[in-house]
């Protein structure tokens, strides 16, 4: 009888106990090797009493439910579930228990034939943990993330889905499981075809540099999913935007398990896009900087990239509306007063104000009032009086604008309003000047473009510094 098995060794893959229930129906339990239950540090000496549940066969109605379990004791959840979520996978109205009549007279032989006729997609092997085999196990990942059921049933009677009248159970039918089989089966020869291409590309590059002989590129195909493949395995950074989205697809699919798994890997990885993310942003704003932009594309910017108007603010803020109207029945009124941004605290609801300017608008005037003092130039003086009209009319309008809104979570108890104009004046007595005007209004909060940027790069040497550290 050809089992497709290793020879077995009970004292290093453990044993079977079968249970007959009733007629035709038996359970199968696995008593742990003395061996596993050492490394996991329990008592070796009562292996009996570690026996798991591993599988149900039920010869009269032709199903056979299989309770994946770990069976290493040298890894952590020892015979407990392998996967998050799912505890059973039952395959329905099946022939591979059906020759057989099953009481607690059954053999280990009959039980190893029952495991050698499993579909090619299920580990056949109790020693290594019953259940879908690695390349298939993202059935399960699919099933969890879709459903909080506990059991697959693989069948011929129902279409895939959960089960309306047992929310523990979801149904794949046989041909949408044989779908997804091909369909994986596909995507691991493309990886496999993209491997081969890309080393043996590697090999004959080594040698012909040596020659003098000109490369070779890799072979990537035709199908995206090979050619994604063939670019990884070369190590390349560039990707189109279709491969980047298969990528980015690839990590959220698979975020919890490499969570569970490897966190500091992907904590790591989510502090690099954060820092490369950052880094983007700053090459873009300094190119802006560059340019002679109107006030709308800057606040399409900030409207983008909210998260600046926090380092502005000094404080958590939430984004309520971009061209709010603050002086009308409710923000989002036309013709009345409208303010750039309206935020609010996210701690108290209280509310801010932002007016976004341009980097070229000037804050003070060209010549000085009096040897080494500026004035605020009219942009400047104009902008705040703005800020404090649109405040005041908020104030004003508050329980209307919330009340037609249907936004009640917001309030006006001390409106503070922010205004990003201009750059930072050249010279020490300008610079003066500046400071003076600026700190000295207290109702409005004035931040220059270039302080906003030397902001996002002292943010990027901070995080970077953490990087190293760690």
């Known amino acids: 009888m050809a089992l497709g098995f290793r020879q077995r060794d009970p004292d290093r893959d453990g044993t079977l106990e079968i249970e007959e229930i009733h007629a035709n129906f038996v359970e199968v339990y696995f008593v742990p090797p003395e061996r596993s239950l050492a490394a996991a540090g329990l008592d070796a000496t009562q292996a009996v009493r570690y026996r798991t549940k591993l599988l149900e066969i039920d010869g009269q109605d032709k199903f056979l439910t299989i309770y994946p379990i770990s069976t290493f004791g040298n890894r952590s959840g020892f015979l407990k579930p392998k996967y998050g979520q799912i505890e059973r996978i ?3 109205n099946t022939d591979i228990v059906s020759w057989a009549d ?26 290594y943990g019953l259940g879908l085999a690695k390349p298939y196990r993202f059935i399960i990942d699919a099933v969890e993330e879709l459903s ?8 011929g009677n129902h279409a895939t889905g959960t089960d309306p009248d047992n929310c ?19 995507i691991d020869n493309h990886l496999q075809s993209a491997g081969r291409a890309v080393k043996s590309t590697s090999a004959h590059n ?32 560039e990707l189109s935007e279709e491969d980047q989205n298969a990528v980015i697809g690839a990590l959220t699919s698979h975020a919890a398990d490499i969570a569970e798994k490897q966190p500091e890997k992907l904590a790591k990885l989510r502090g690099d896009i954060e820092l490369v993310t950052l880094e983007a942003l700053i090459t873009r704003y300094e190119g802006m900087l560059g340019e002679n932009l109107v006030e709308g594309r800057w606040q399409e910017f900030f409207n983008e990239n ?21 002086g009308g029945r409710k923000l989002s009124g036309d013709g009345e007063k409208i303010t750039d941004f309206l935020v609010k605290n996210s701690l108290t609801n209280n509310t801010a104000i932002f007016e976004i300017k341009t980097p070229q608008t000037q804050v003070l005037n060209k010549t000085p009032f009096r040897d080494g003092v500026f004035t605020p130039s009219a942009d400047l003086s104009g902008s705040i009086n703005q800020a ?83």
């Open 90 to 92: 039952t395959l329905d």
């Open 102 to 127: 099953w009481d607690a007279a059954s053999t280990m032989d009959e039980v190893l034939d029952v495991l050698e006729n499993l579909p090619s997609t299920f580990t056949k092997d109790y020693a």
């Open 148 to 155: 909080d059921c506990t059991e697959v049933v693989i069948t």
């Open 168 to 186: 523990e159970i979801f149904y794949i039918s046989k041909p949408d499981f044989e779908q997804m089989r091909l369909e994986l089966n596909k």
């Open 206 to 237: 080594v040698l012909s540099e040596r020659m003098g002989v000109p490369k070779q590129d890799p072979k990537t195909g035709r199908h995206p999913y090979r050619k994604l493949f063939t670019a990884v395995a070369e190590g390349k950074e």
């Open 306 to 326: 909210p998260f600046i108007l926090n380092m502005a603010f000094g404080y958590p803020v939430i984004k309520v509306r971009d061209q709010a109207s603050v």
């Open 388 to 470: 404090l009209d649109q405040k005041y009319q908020f104030q004003k309008q508050i329980a209307q604008i919330k009340d037609n809104s249907r936004l009640y979570d917001i309030e006006s108890y001390a409106v503070h309003c922010c205004l990003v104009i201009g750059k930072t004046p050249d010279g020490d007595d300008r610079k003066k000047s500046f400071e003076l005007f600026r700190r000295n209004s207290k109702d409005v909060e004035i931040v220059t473009f270039d302080e906003l940027l030397e902001k996002l790069r002292q943010l990027s040497t901070f995080l970077r510094a953490t990087e190293k550290a760690e």
